[in-house]
């Protein structure tokens, strides 16, 4: 007798009630697990194409300091960097005063750097009073007062184009919160709020930032001792460098020891005594 055939049936029977795998069968609806695929990065060139130190949350004011230093040290450039204190006047509203460096360079031993105080008044009057300027070459630095051209020493004078400009950036582009919005040609406006580094408060710059990582401007506001302060930059490309007209006309009338009277103080590591630690520009008073 094959009493062995029942019992295996009944065994068969018992399992497939518990949602087990039938001969020819396949796997129960019951008891198999639905698998969730797990989600795949979507790549869709955000980050890629924005420009070095540009986020689509965030800047690296360190890096955008870095490169724009490296275009100015690589081009004939002109830069210009404005600092406006807006002060009440009874019988014009509101004037704008501050000082103005102007920068034009074709190589880190060849530049001129020029101060002047701007008083910017109402209709559009702009009164720019000269403080000084200093031409270097390699074969000397001279300095100007706006009556004497004088010789000085060269020490920290080369390459300081490209410090000046790296100082800016990296003061004025350190912020807290950051908004981009790309343009047509591959450059970007970075909208930021809250400076690191600037002496002030209630701080927001707009900047424009080339493709390739380089300030091209920014307007930065703030408020310092209960009034609001401006700072401004942009920089260009130039098709060529021209000496100072102060330079080519004038005589040098002092070597590198001449007096006090005629002499412009040389320059230091953190400029000609008008560049601050936090990248603010203080005029030279007039002797």
Partial sequence: M??????????????????????GGGPSAATTPTATPAPVPVDDGETRTLPPGVGPERVDAARLAEVTARSVRGETIRFQFDQREA???????????????????????????????????????????????????PDGTYRYDGENVTVAGAEDAYGRPSRLAATYVETYLDVETVEVRRLGNGSVV????????????????????????????????????????????????RDAFQPPEWYRAATVTASPTATAATAVPATTATGDGNENANGTVTPTPTP
């Fill in 87 to 137: 002060r009440p006047e009874f019988s014009l509203g509101t004037v704008y005063v501050g000082p103005r460096l102007t920068v034009e360079a074709v190589a880190a031993d060849r530049y001129t750097v020029r101060v002047e105080e701007v008083n910017e008044r109402g209709g559009g009057l702009s009164i720019e009073t000269f403080e000084n300027a200093t031409y270097v070459t």
């Fill in 190 to 237: 970075v909208e930021g709020e809250g400076g690191q580094a600037v002496n002030g408060t209630d701080y927001s710059v707009r900047a424009v930032v080339g493709p390739d990582g380089v300030v091209r401007s920014f307007e930065g506001i703030y408020t310092r001792d209960g009034r609001v302060q401006f700072a401004t930059f942009s920089l260009s490309p």
């Fill in 2 to 23: 094959h009493r062995g055939a029942p019992l295996c049936l009944f065994v068969l029977l018992a399992l497939a009630g518990c949602g087990a795998v039938l001969p």
